[in-house]
C-alpha cells in the first residue's frame, strides 16, 4: 500500500514567486492537511482539508492557500516568497478526522529554498 | 490552546545505554498522544498512539507509556539505526490539527 506522496521533493524558488506543492494521500484517506517545518518553529499547522473543504487553518498568512480534489488530492500555494519561507512542507492523510484510533501518516515533505 | 513539551532537548548514549525521553502535554481534551520517529530530510514515521492514562505499548527497543499530563518513550539496549529525532504530538480536540513538541534529537553512538 503506497503511502502520502508528495511532489516535488526538493525546488528553490526566487524571493517574489510563488509556489505549488503537490500531495497524494493513502489510499482511502480523505483528510489531508498540511504543515511546515524550520528549524526554529519545528512543525506547525497550516491547513487541514476534508471532501474538498477546507476545515481548520493554522495561523499563516494569505500567501499560504490550499485545495483538496474530488480524488482527495491536495496542493498548496504560497504566493510571493520570502526567504522565511524557506522550509520543509510536510503533508499528511488520515482516514477517520476526528475519531479516537485515527492515525495521521506523513509523507516525506517537499524541501522549498528561497534565494 | 494546546501545548506539548519534550525533554531533553538532545540526548547522547552509548549503544545498549538505556534511556527515556519524556513529552509532557496540556491539552483541553486527550483524543490520544502520538510519538513519530523524523530522519535527517525525512518526514515524521509513526510510531505510537497512546489514548489513556496506564496504557502502554511496544515496538522492538521501543516502549511508549502514558500518564495523565506525560507521555514516555522508553529507549532499551538501543542501536545505532535508533538515531533519530523523535516527536511527540496531540491532536486537537475536534478536528485534526496536531501540535508538535520541539523533538529530542537522539544519537546512539557504536
Not at chain 2, 513539551?5 to 545505554?17: D, K, M, N, V, W
Request: aromatic share 12%.
Amino acid at each position: 500500500k503506497a503511502g502520502v506522496t508528495q511532489t516535488p521533493r526538493y525546488l528553490i524558488k526566487t524571493r517574489g514567486q510563488q509556489v505549488t506543492l503537490s500531495c497524494s494521500p493513502i489510499s482511502g484517506h480523505r483528510s489531508v492537511s498540511w504543515y511546515q517545518q524550520t528549524p526554529g518553529q519545528g512543525l506547525q499547522f497550516l491547513f487541514e482539508y476534508f471532501s474538498e473543504t477546507q476545515r481548520n487553518k493554522g495561523n499563516f498568512p494569505g500567501r499560504f492557500s490550499g485545495r483538496q480534489f474530488s480524488n482527495s488530492r491536495s496542493e498548496m500555494n504560497v504566493s510571493t516568497l520570502e526567504l522565511g519561507d524557506s522550509a520543509l512542507y510536510l503533508c499528511a492523510s488520515s482516514l477517520d478526522p476526528g475519531t479516537s484510533g485515527n492515525t495521521i501518516y506523513f509523507g516525506e515533505g517537499s524541501w522549498l529554498t528561497v534565494v | 490552546e494546546d501545548q506539548v513539551t519534550q525533554s531533553p532537548e538532545a540526548l547522547r548514549l552509548q549503544e545498549g545505554e538505556s534511556s527515556s525521553l519524556n513529552c509532557s502535554y496540556t491539552v483541553s481534551g486527550l483524543r490520544g498522544l502520538f510519538w513519530y520517529r523524523q530522519d535527517p530530510g525525512k518526514g515524521p514515521e509513526f510510531l505510537f498512539t497512546l489514548y489513556s492514562a496506564g496504557e502502554e505499548k511496544e515496538k522492538e527497543r521501543l516502549k511508549a507509556t502514558l500518564t495523565k499530563k506525560e507521555s514516555f518513550l522508553h529507549i532499551t539496549a538501543p542501536k545505532p539505526e535508533d538515531s533519530a529525532t523523535y516527536l511527540c504530538a496531540v491532536p486537537n480536540f475536534g478536528n485534526e490539527k496536531l501540535t508538535f513538541g520541539t523533538g529530542t534529537r537522539l544519537t546512539i553512538i557504536p
